[in-house]
């Protein structure tokens, strides 16, 4: 196969360059962006050489998703990130389309492995198919392996796609086995996700079907990850298309199925199903175990439809989640921003049961870089009503509102400076525990995560305010007790 080394070098050269002129206050604080043009998945997160590496799919030369190349940043605290070259670029036969979303695995070795699907521009049959791909190197350079693609339509069994067949998550078995689980889309079950197993990881075989939409989830899969986590097995993946139903909204989510996993009869047996993220923009999550035991998820703080004409502001466009750490608690898949983040804590302010009712500020509770934890206290009260306002100024504010009556929770960004005619708000269940609900936001600038009792439910959204608006109010319908913790953020 003819490797051409002329496009990766090009695209170093141009985001070295590219990436001096974009200024540290244009971008967020803490949230992943790239050195310049577009990001999209996360890809390849994984702990390799006393760091973290994140590699994601990038187009350096547009604000715009175009051909495919692989981004890399590494960080030892999963909030500062330092640049490295870019990865992979289009160069082969194997990946002349792209080199689309997978994983990286680190070797026995020493070596680092990539796992990536690579878009075949014109297959088989003159239509753009995909295949697996693998790539190797110390964790800065990889080299193509000349097998590639080593995992291809060749190895589907009837009825799934060779079109739709995509974003290999691939792990090390303890049995010195290579595994990968990846998106499919099959004639009658829809979005699927396959198990591949192999010796040495450049020959494959078909395991199995683990999970698939069953007409419920979306029409096809995209970026599975598969792991165990506290006594249950997790499948999480990226339904494209879905069908709007109880929680989960239309279009492009993400989802949690988890069960039980017999790895000797490759038999998912799945029990419950939950959103990842109920937010406007999540997409496309992956994880890493940490060094110290924790499943750690980071996902593209975007989504495909939202993305399309959102305003390009800056030399890059995307970011990253904040990384969140995994756990279940009563059968549900939690969330929390990872501890690292309390290293950004700075200049915190605390008000203990505090009686608000009219829209007030509390001095010192002001700004768009913060990690705030408000507590209500709604046992034994009468309001029924709780509007907390942040990025607020004159004309915009960015609006939580909980109806504690109804459990409910809704997140509003249309004042939050959007010209667009597209989705602004999002219901979510928000229920008192034990007479108390607590939200937890993260603010990074241009972005809020909103982890509601302790990240039983997320939501994440991009919010357009111009960043001069960093008011906070709090509101209820009678009189409410609360409880703030603001911690501000700074590197
Ligand atoms: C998900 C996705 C993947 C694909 C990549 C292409 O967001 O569509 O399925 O590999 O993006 O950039």
Not at 35 to 44: A, Q, Y
Not at 158 to 184: C, I
Not at 467 to 474: K, S
Request: aromatic share 10%; hydrophobic share 35%.
């Amino acid at each position: 196969m003819n490797q051409n080394p002329a496009p990766l070098e090009r695209a170093r050269d141009y985001e070295r360059e590219q990436s001096t002129r974009i200024s540290a206050h244009e971008r967020p604080l803490f949230h992943l962006t790239p050195p310049v043009g577009w990001m999209n998945d996360p890809n390849g997160f994984c702990w390799y050489k006393g760091q973290y590496h994140l590699f994601y799919q990038y187009h350096p030369y547009s604000t715009s998703w175009g051909p495919m190349h692989w981004g890399h940043a590494v960080s030892k605290d999963l909030l500062r990130w330092i640049y490295e070259p870019c990865a992979l670029a289009p160069d082969t036969e194997a990946d002349a389309g792209g080199c689309f979303s997978g994983s990286a695995v680190p070797l026995p070795d020493g070596r680092l492995m990539l796992v990536y699907t690579g878009v075949q521009i014109a297959g088989t049959f003159r239509r753009e198919t995909q295949a697996q791909c693998v790539a190797i190197g110390d964790g800065v350079d990889f080299e193509k392996s000349r097998l590639n693609p080593v995992l291809h339509q060749a190895h589907l069994p009837e009825g799934y796609s060779a079109f739709d067949f995509r974003d290999p998550k691939a792990w090390l078995g303890e049995d010195g086995t290579y595994y990968l689980v990846v998106g499919n889309r099959h004639a009658q079950r829809m979005g699927t996700v396959l198990l591949f197993s192999s010796a040495d990881g450049l020959n494959w075989q078909f395991e199995g079907e683990i999970d698939s939409s069953r007409e419920e989830y979306g029409h096809m899969w995209e970026c599975p990850d598969f792991f165990p986590l506290d006594g249950k097995q997790v499948l999480i993946v990226s339904p494209q298309q879905m069908h709007a139903r109880e929680e989960f909204h239309a279009g492009y989510g993400t989802v949690a199925l988890l069960g039980a996993w017999d790895e000797a009869h490759c038999q998912f047996e799945r029990e419950t199903v939950q959103p990842v993220d109920h937010g406007l923009n999540f997409y496309a999550p992956q994880t890493v175990l940490s060094p110290d035991g924790r499943r750690i998820m980071i996902g593209w703080m975007d989504n495909w439809e939202t993305c399309k004409g959102a305003p390009r502001r800056h030399a890059w466009y995307a970011q990253m989640s904040v990384p969140r750490e995994l756990r279940i608690e009563k059968g549900r898949l939690m969330q929390r921003p990872v501890r690292e983040i309390e290293s950004l804590w700075q200049d915190t302010v605390s008000y203990s049961l505090i009686t608000v009712q009219e829209e007030t500020e509390l001095p010192g509770v002001r700004g768009r870089l913060m990690d705030m934890t408000v507590i209500l206290h709604a046992e034994a009260c009468v309001c029924r009503r709780f509007t907390l306002r942040v990025a607020k100024d004159a004309q915009h504010f960015v609006q939580i509102r909980c109806d504690l009556a109804r459990g409910e929770l809704v997140f509003d960004r249309s004042h939050g400076g959007s010209r667009r005619d597209i989705v602004h708000t999002r219901h979510v269940k928000a229920q008192e525990r034990d007479g108390q609900l607590s939200l937890r936001l993260l603010m990074d600038k241009e972005s809020i995560e909103l982890f509601i009792n302790e990240g039983e439910r997320v939501v994440t959204s991009l919010i357009p305010t111009p960043l001069d608006a960093d008011g906070i109010t709090f509101a209820a319908d009678a009189p409410l007790r609360l409880s703030v913790e603001a911690h501000h953020l700074g590197a």
